[in-house]
């Protein structure tokens, strides 16, 4: 059995994780251009969030704390015990604390529309009216209302991957294979699709087109705090593994961030299936890349973050190409870093002002709104 560290035992298996590893002791938390109103924190917003980040007690809203400094929920919570790791906060069960994850899922899709703009492509919201134009109109509303799994099954998200790989890998067939193949991969999936019972409506936040080659995203974002109770025995485990991988633990990322991926991954590859034999069929240019973006409450981004972050990188590097030389002088190298900096801090950005609203609101009742003047001295 592995010994733990003085430093482990210090601090104790409880609710703290080392976000860093080893070969980045001195990783900055978050370094902003100001320059751009987007970047400014409101006072409150940055208080509360550089509190729950160096893990200090948010500043005394309710005023009741018990004997160990922890204010206590009156929103009728069971588990009332506001902590100082925002675990209260992401329970999802603190009514007050909605409005602060709405915020961060809104901002967070709002960032990805903005840069998806200004790379030259055209985003869009998806809406239960326009679910049906995801698969150009082939099925109706009524019909994909019903039609998918919100958590499917491993085996059942297994069977899909597979049928998902087989249509990938039957488009570079030579023709005269490619039509019994494709009989064959339609087969499979009306197969799953019919083995659907209890099936519910699944759509990705938005789609992103890029009108010069028809290339299509289809991104879900969300915002997931990787260091709740729930979480804390993997995502110790996994911590430990990258402390001891040195600086390839630098790259490796939180446990539970990838599960959300996989489950957002597994949710779509059904809709990703029917896209795929489409592009088969012949009705569409391209198949979409589906893209979940998550981004963990301790700043780690997912792989699909990453995915979109280079697609949108590189249509922005077309766009500055097509439009030649500028008056500013500016040339594309130095525009692209700028745009995938400005992207990255965005989504933290967005991350923080849902992640501090939602701070700030653990507790209370939810005709409270918090506001500055809610905020008292800290506890003795
Ligand atoms: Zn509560």
Not at 65 to 78: M, P, R, S
Not at 86 to 93: C, F, M, P, R, T
Not at 277 to 288: E, K, S
Not at 295 to 301: K, N, Q
Request: aromatic share 6%; with cysteine.
């Amino acid at each position: 059995m592995r010994t733990l560290s003085p430093e482990e035992q210090a601090l104790g298996r409880c609710d703290f994780v080392h976000s860093h590893a080893r070969a980045r002791p001195a990783a900055a938390v978050l370094q902003l251009p100001l320059s751009n109103p987007f970047f400014r924190l409101a006072p409150l917003e940055f208080v509360s969030w550089f509190r729950f980040q160096f893990r200090i007690p948010q500043l005394a809203r309710i005023a009741n704390a018990n004997a160990d400094g922890v204010e206590q929920c009156i929103a009728g919570c069971k588990d009332r015990n506001v902590d100082l790791h925002g675990n209260h906060a992401h329970s999802g069960i603190c009514k007050a604390t909605k409005r602060g994850r709405g915020l961060r899922h809104r901002l967070m899709k709002n960032v990805v529309c903005y840069h998806a703009a200004k790379a030259g492509c055209i985003p869009s919201w998806v809406t239960e009216e326009t679910a049906p134009d995801l698969l150009l109109d082939e099925f109706t509303v009524e019909e994909c209302s019903t039609m998918f799994y919100t958590n499917p099954t491993a085996e059942f998200a297994q069977r899909t991957h597979e049928v998902l790989e087989a249509l990938r890998a039957a488009t570079s067939l030579p023709q005269d294979q490619r039509a019994a193949r494709l009989a064959e991969l339609r087969g499979s999936l009306r197969e799953l699709m019919d083995s659907i019972k209890g099936g519910h409506s699944v759509r990705p936040d938005g789609t992103i087109l890029h009108p010069a080659s028809q290339e299509t995203v289809w991104f879900d974002t969300a915002g997931t705090h990787t260091t709740c109770k729930s979480h804390l025995v993997a995502e110790h485990k996994h911590t430990l593994a990258r402390r001891a991988a040195g600086r390839d633990g630098a790259r490796m990322a939180s446990a539970r961030l990838l599960e959300e991926y996989r489950i957002k991954i597994d949710r779509y590859a059904l809709l990703a299936a029917i896209a795929e034999r489409q592009l088969l069929d012949g009705m569409r240019p391209v198949a979409p890349l589906v893209l979940p973006v998550v981004v963990s409450t301790h700043g780690e981004f997912c792989p699909g973050a990453v995915e979109l972050q280079e697609w949108l990188v590189e249509k922005y590097r077309l766009r500055l190409l097509l439009e030649g030389p500028r008056d500013d002088g500016e040339v594309p190298e130095d525009l692209t870093a700028c745009f995938r900096r400005e992207l990255r801090a965005s989504l933290l950005l967005a991350m923080i002002r849902g992640t501090s609203a939602s701070l700030n609101a653990a507790g209370l009742p939810t005709r409270f709104k918090p506001k500055a003047t809610l905020i008292g001295p800290p506890n003795p």
